[in-house]
Every structure is written in structure tokens, then in C-alpha cells.
């Protein structure tokens, strides 16, 4: 991974700076909160002192976008390879064309033999 995005990432891990929280209502009175806003890469918006909504700058957004795409990455590759080293040998048995077709159909024909067994009662 990229520093440049783990240092971005890091802005909103660790949280809000001073001055960066913005009252809901001071969005509507006046633009003094850009002047906030620009000096911070990320500001908190309060509605009565309770958390309304977190603003970040659109390089911070992206970070935070990619980094999760990295994670999900990572997820991904580290549940296929738990996968392949949970099974055997003999379950990695690789067949292609009418290898697969027969057994396929020789499933089919046991799994019918059992059903078939259930509804008449046999079994």
C-alpha cells in the first residue's frame, strides 16, 4: 500500500482535530466554517452538541475508498487461499469434459435413489 494513502486513511483514524467540530446552524448563518474546513482535512458537523455528519475533502474520500478496496483485496485472497489449503488432495481432483459429466450424473442418479427412498418410505 501506498503511504501517501495510509497517511490520508490515518486523518480519519485519528479523528477530529480542535476547532474542527461545525454547529449545523453556523452552515446556514455564515461561510465561516469553509475557512475551518480548508485548514482541516476533515470537519465534524454537531446538531445541539450530537454528532449530524462528518465532511471530508474529496482526496480524503478516495483514501478512504481505495483503502477498502485494499482491504477487501487482501480478504479475498486470504479466503481463497484458506480454502485450498482446508481441502485434500483427492477433493482437488482437477477433471474436466466427460470425467466431470459422469460423475456428475452418477451424483444425480444416487441423490435420486436416496430421495426416491425418503418419499416411499423405504429408509
Given at each position: 500500500m501506498a503511504t501517501d494513502l495510509l497517511k490520508d486513511v490515518d486523518v480519519v483514524l485519528g479523528?477530529?482535530?480542535l476547532g474542527s467540530h461545525i454547529g449545523i446552524t453556523d452552515l446556514q448563518r455564515s461561510t465561516d466554517w469553509r475557512q475551518r474546513f480548508a485548514a482541516s482535512k476533515m470537519?465534524?458537523?454537531l446538531d445541539r452538541n450530537?454528532?449530524?455528519?462528518?465532511?471530508?475533502?474529496?482526496?480524503?474520500?478516495d483514501a478512504v475508498r481505495k483503502y477498502i478496496a485494499v482491504l477487501?483485496?487482501?480478504?479475498?485472497?486470504l479466503q481463497v487461499e484458506v480454502l485450498f489449503t482446508q481441502r485434500t488432495e483427492e477433493r482437488m481432483n482437477w477433471t474436466t469434459g466427460d470425467d466431470l459429466k459422469q460423475k456428475a450424473q452418477e451424483s444425480f442418479r444416487y441423490r435420486k435413489?436416496?430421495?426416491?427412498?425418503?418419499?416411499?418410505?423405504d429408509q
Open positions: 479523528g477530529f482535530e470537519v465534524e458537523i450530537q454528532p449530524f455528519a462528518v465532511m471530508l475533502k474529496p482526496e480524503i474520500f477487501e483485496r487482501q480478504l479475498e485472497e435413489e436416496l430421495i426416491r427412498g425418503l418419499l416411499d418410505g
